[in-house]
């Protein structure tokens, strides 16, 4: 029996493919728990439909992680803080106060994607690295300066 999952199974697919499976499984758990339909001609060609929309859009999406790589590789960051005796910073630079200077220069990332390669406890040059998209992890420079 083909049937097309609708959401992910796990050791059976994912949602929106084409899968055969037993009668029973599919008969008797898949189709009446709502995590596959039945393949017909018209159900197949909607999902191919869909498919091409999405192999396109994620095509779209890897081209525009591209070029915010590069434009991340060659920004200059520079977040000021308040420091203390011998130039030590008063707590430390989060991935928080660098999504928001990125934020400042109209690049919109989550912090959460942003991943600082050392503790900033003291004032210079750093590197943190975002996480875009699969293997697409480029590395940004940010300088710690003490604010006026």
């Known amino acids: 029996m083909k049937v097309i999952l609708t959401q992910d199974v796990e050791k059976l697919g994912q949602s929106g493919e084409l899968v055969t499976v037993k009668d029973g499984y599919g008969r ?3 189709i009446p728990s709502g ?3 039945l393949a017909t001609k018209g159900s197949i060609a909607e999902v191919e439909l869909m498919q091409k929309r999405a ?7 890897v081209q525009e992680a591209k070029e915010l790589a590069q434009k991340l590789e060659s920004s200059n960051l ?8 011998d130039d030590k910073i008063h707590g430390t630079v ?6 928001d200077a990125l934020m400042e220069k109209g690049i919109e990332i989550d912090r ?12 210079g040059e750093y590197t943190a690295t975002i996480h ?8 940004l420079k940010f300088w710690v300066v003490k604010a006026d």
């Open 28 to 30: 008797n758990f898949l």
């Open 35 to 37: 995590k596959a339909v």
């Open 55 to 61: 192999a396109k859009k994620a095509e779209i999406s």
């Open 78 to 85: 520079t977040i000021a803080v308040t420091t203390g005796e």
């Open 94 to 99: 989060t991935n928080v106060q660098i999504a």
């Open 112 to 123: 959460r994607s942003i991943t600082i390669d050392a503790d900033v406890k003291t004032l």
């Open 132 to 139: 875009l998209l699969g293997e697409l992890k480029p590395q």
